[in-house]
């Protein structure tokens, strides 16, 4: 299957420690997305990745969430510190340039203890 | 990127069409109406996208009404996979950055 894929699909952590999900994109796909969920909310957007630069981020990654796509290819988030609140379904995506379409990938769902 | 209006929940019977509203009023001329769908535990999914004219892939249809303020996704025969959260979308295309999802339509395909 050449999709998107996630590791974790699962993870579950105790409040304080720090947490890293990878996202593996369509291979030939130059964008990268990030989203968050939470229970009976549509995703809202984190961040994105046009090849290796970070373009834009939105207000809800604090300063505890940073995200990389060192080679242009996959990429990682890291929430450090977590906390109750970041429970949620972390979801990526991808697309290529000029195309409207992006490709979801299964999440990764975080549950914060 | 516009804000879009759909009711929170629908059921339709299985083999029937499926007709999911979506209001936009403050669409701009250059914005696409954008459809994905979301089953459950699963990452959203595209179904179809369409600026002004009508559109008709192997999943759905979607209708645009001329002053383009709404529009309905059709899936002609649901069946019980159709069962998800449904998402309308307006946004520029070919634009880089995210799309905004609401909360969507949960619809349910009833056997």
């Known amino acids: 299957d050449t999709g998107v894929s996630q590791d974790p699909r699962h993870k579950i952590t105790k409040r304080g420690q720090n947490v890293t999900f990878r996202c593996d994109p369509i291979s030939e796909h130059n964008r990268l997305y990030w989203y968050r969920q939470t229970l009976g909310q549509g995703p809202e957007f984190l961040t994105y990745?046009?090849?290796?630069?970070?373009?834009?981020k939105s207000r809800l990654l604090s300063d505890r969430f940073s995200a990389e796509r060192p080679k242009g290819s996959f990429s990682t988030l890291e929430i450090q510190r977590t906390e109750q609140g970041d429970s949620a379904m972390y979801l990526c995506a991808s697309s290529s340039s000029g195309h409207f379409e992006q490709f979801f990938g299964p999440g990764t769902r975080l549950t914060v203890l | 990127d516009a804000k879009t209006t759909q009711p929170p929940s629908m059921d339709c019977a299985e083999g029937r069409a499926a007709n999911l509203p979506c209001n936009h009023s403050t669409i701009s001329g250059n914005e696409y109406v954008y459809w994905y769908r979301q089953i459950h535990s699963q990452g959203p999914q595209y179904i179809i996208h369409g600026l002004k004219n009508n559109e008709t892939n192997e999943m759905a249809s979607l209708i645009i009404t001329e002053d383009r303020k709404s529009s309905t996704l059709i899936l002609p025969h649901a069946t019980l996979r159709d069962t998800a959260v449904y998402y309308c979308?307006?946004?520029?295309?070919?634009?880089?950055?995210?799309?905004?999802f609401g909360t969507g339509t949960s619809l349910t395909v009833i056997p």
């Open positions: 990745f046009q090849n290796e630069a970070q373009l834009e």
């Open positions: 979308i307006v946004r520029v295309q070919y634009t880089g950055n995210q799309f905004y």
